[in-house]
Antibody, heavy 119, light 110 residues
Framework: EVQLVQSGAEVKKPGESLKISCKGS????????IAWVRQMPGKGLEWMGI????????RYNPSFQGQVTISADKFISTAYLQWSSLKASDTAMYFC????????????WGQGTLVTVSS | QSVLTQPPSVSAAPGQKVTISCSGS????????VSWYQQLPGTAPKLLIY???KRPSGIPDRFSGSKSGTSATLGITGLQTGDEADYYC???????????FGGGTKLTVL
């Protein structure tokens, strides 16, 4: 069974750093893209970027370029999303999702990680 | 404001049919496949339709998708109370080089 299991909820202060994770199982992790999607409270879905764990080829939504870093470790089947300096506006639910391409089609999703940034 | 435009809400009675539109442009829907997602409250999105009109296994044929030009449509027949959710269209935008999602449509089954 294909599963994407994300790390738990985080509460952080502005200016702190954070790295959240998404562990895949039940399939060959290296050969499927992993996308990250943001959902701010009460708002819609925003595609942040995507990584191919096999060679770490990474593409960012220009709106998120420079704001976050997407990485992956194929040896432990885990993708990451990290911030070096969080802002209150980073408060959101973050989902990872498995994709076969850049079409926006993702049929497996993680359960989501809630990130709360508050002083 | 999303580049892909969806109505904020739609409603219909149980057993009826509803359609949700998604309007884009030449650089996104006009050139690329459209996917549709259902998001129940407090859960991750679920893929309903991919490549404009294909259903993943396990998705009932009450759900259908179509695309014409720069617009796409999700249809749901035989509405059930369990269909109450937010629905999102999504596609690649060749100019922005990013996946775009519509703003979402809240379906109410009266």
């Amino acid at each position: 069974e294909v599963q994407l299991v994300q790390s738990g909820a985080e509460v952080k202060k502005p200016g702190e750093s954070l790295k959240i994770s998404c562990k895949g199982s039940g399939y060959s992790f290296s050969i499927y893209w992993i996308a990250w999607v943001r959902q701010m409270p009460g708002k819609g879905l925003e595609w942040m970027g995507i990584i191919y764990p096999g060679d770490s080829d990474t593409r960012y939504n220009p709106s998120f370029q420079g704001q976050v870093t997407i990485s992956a470790d194929k040896f432990i089947s885990t993708a990451y999303l990290q911030w070096s300096s969080l802002k209150a506006s980073d408060t959101a639910m973050y989902f990872c999702a498995r994709s076969t391409d850049f079409s926006g089609k993702s049929n497996y999703w993680g359960q989501g990680t809630l990130v709360t940034v508050s002083s | 404001q999303s580049v892909l435009t969806q109505p904020p809400s739609v409603s219909a009675a149980p057993g009826q049919k509803v359609t949700i539109s998604c309007s884009g442009s030449d650089s996104n829907i006009g050139k690329n496949h459209v996917s549709w997602y259902q998001q129940l409250p407090g859960t991750a999105p679920k893929l309903l339709i991919y490549e404009n009109d294909k259903r993943p296994s396990g998705i009932p044929d009450r759900f259908s998708g179509s695309k014409s030009g720069t617009s796409a449509t999700l249809g749901i027949t035989g509405l059930q109370t369990g269909d109450e959710a937010d629905y999102y269209c999504g596609t690649w935008d060749s100019s922005l080089t990013a996946v775009l999602f519509g703003g979402g449509t809240k379906l109410t089954v009266l």
